[in-house]
């Protein structure tokens, strides 16, 4: 089902739309039928040429021309960029029309991320709004879970546009800024057999991936990334399918959420390679905004002033141990946004997916940017195939979080030095 969708410039930058009404792709030409319809030549034209395009305004100024050719009456109809898509799909096998979705909903995007703050007037017409909505729902009907495929990739051997897609978009652990060390860096990250990267497609557009995870395949459940970069041998089996990054790759799928599609699927696919073997899945993840949280409260709030400015320094650390994991186990289970959802946008995304949280790790990662972020502390979170679904719903509908025993404990300060390998 589509959704036509009302926004403005605002909502358009931060991706928050106001569903206004539901139909199928065939209702954008129910109205008005005896319009204008649109030569599929000049549609392939537009796609075709678009990306030859070499500025953000010009790139705007030729959508909103693009579109002004579809209006019919007060109205319109865009029945027809629909057929070119499903035709370029499935008959063509082409991934240009459906990538060239992607970069013009992404443009646009930038556009207003550019242009918002400079300006109090409206960035973007009724009508750009309308096709920005529309090429939202075009996406998600286009891009269906049943066609959508999990591939683990080789780094030996794999496609330069595939590879330039996963490494130049990689949020949690990024690539190098120098292209030409980013294959040997895909490389180490899958070193063995216990680290792999699975990448989701859709079926007919093997050039086009939409989101990576990466995994480590574990002895139990660790707490510090040094475990899953460090080349550790074990003479015992991995037992556990550790998920430490989960990206999209396209800022175009801004929106779309395809990661519990990924995680169903990667855990299928663990299932099935790794039979029995694997019994925990579960996720090693920054605590992004947790410093930033102190950062609002520090302006009325001593203690968390003093804590800002603690240096990176492991002895200074430990001194202040007890008072920071209280603080982000407080920020984590008690601070809430609208709608009752966990404030921290990565605890957000995997119980809102239907995780619980499992445990969290005392320097867990002591690197800059994880120390900027969260004074190096991390968190499990914990995937459990059979509750998932009830997880996802208690959260959805109202916010309750699913917690496991060692987390809970933490909770009432019983194992606040719990200790994570």
């Given at each position: 089902m589509l959704r036509i969708l009302t926004t403005?410039?605002?909502?358009?930058?931060?991706?928050?739309?106001?569903?206004?009404?539901?139909?199928?792709?065939?209702?954008?030409?129910?109205?008005?039928?005896?319009?204008?319809?649109?030569?599929?030549?000049?549609?392939?034209?537009?796609?075709?040429?678009?990306?030859?395009?070499?500025?953000?305004?010009?790139?705007?100024?030729?959508?909103?021309?693009?579109?002004q050719k579809f209006k019919v009456g007060e109205g319109?109809?865009?029945?027809?960029?629909?057929?070119?898509?499903?035709?370029?799909?499935?008959i063509l096998g082409s991934l240009d029309a459906i990538e060239t979705v992607l970069d013009i909903r992404s443009d646009l995007g930038d556009y207003a991320s550019k242009q918002h703050s400079s300006t109090t007037t409206p960035l973007f017409s009724q009508e750009l709004l309308t096709f920005e909505s529309f090429l939202y729902d075009l996406i998600r009907d286009e891009l269906k879970v049943d066609d959508l495929v999990c591939k683990p990739i080789d780094p030996n051997h794999i496609n330069?546009?595939?590879?330039?897609?996963?490494?130049?978009?990689?949020?949690?652990?990024?690539?190098s800024l120098d292209k030409t060390k980013r294959v040997q860096e895909i490389q180490q990250r899958m070193n063995g057999n216990d680290r792999?990267?699975?990448?989701?497609?859709?079926?007919d557009i093997p050039n086009l991936p939409l989101m990576s995870l990466y995994i480590a395949l574990t002895v139990g459940i660790p707490g510090k990334m040094s475990t899953i970069t460090n080349e550790i041998s074990s003479t015992q089996s991995p037992n556990s399918a550790i998920f430490y990054s989960i990206s999209s790759l396209h800022r175009g799928l801004k929106n779309v959420n395809f990661g519990h599609i990924l995680i169903k699927k990667a855990m299928k696919y663990l299932q099935s390679t790794y039979s029995s073997k694997i019994i925990n899945y579960c996720t090693l993840s920054p605590i992004p905004n947790f410093k930033n949280h102190l950062k609002r409260k520090s302006a009325s709030d001593d203690t968390s002033k003093n804590l800002l400015a603690i240096p990176n320094d492991e002895e200074i650390l430990e001194a202040n141990k007890n008072q920071l994991l209280r603080l982000c186990l407080d920020y984590l289970y008690n601070e809430k946004k609208?709608?009752?959802?966990?404030?921290?946008?990565?605890?957000?995304?995997?119980?809102?997916?239907?995780?619980?949280?499992?445990?969290?790790?005392?320097?867990g990662d002591l690197s800059p940017h994880r120390f900027d972020e969260s004074f190096g502390i991390m968190i499990n979170y914990y995937y459990n195939p059979d509750k998932i679904s009830t997880n996802s719903s208690m959260y959805k509908s109202n916010g309750f979080i699913c917690t496991e025993e060692l987390f809970e404990n933490q909770l009432k300060n019983k194992e606040l030095n719990v200790v994570s390998k």
């Open positions: 403005n410039h605002k909502s358009l930058h931060k991706g928050i739309c106001t569903s206004t009404k539901l139909f199928n792709f065939k209702n954008y030409s129910s109205s008005n039928k005896g319009g204008n319809h649109m030569d599929q030549n000049y549609i392939s034209e537009f796609f075709h040429n678009y990306n030859n395009i070499k500025t953000i305004e010009n790139k705007k100024s030729s959508i909103e021309s693009f579109v319109l109809n865009f029945s027809n960029i629909k057929k070119f898509i499903d035709d370029n799909i499935n330069q546009h595939v590879l330039e897609q996963i490494t130049s978009n990689e949020a949690v652990h990024p690539y792999l990267c699975l990448v989701l497609f859709h079926k609208k709608g009752n959802k966990s404030i921290d946008p990565v605890s957000n995304f995997h119980l809102k997916n239907g995780a619980s949280i499992y445990r969290l790790n005392w320097k």
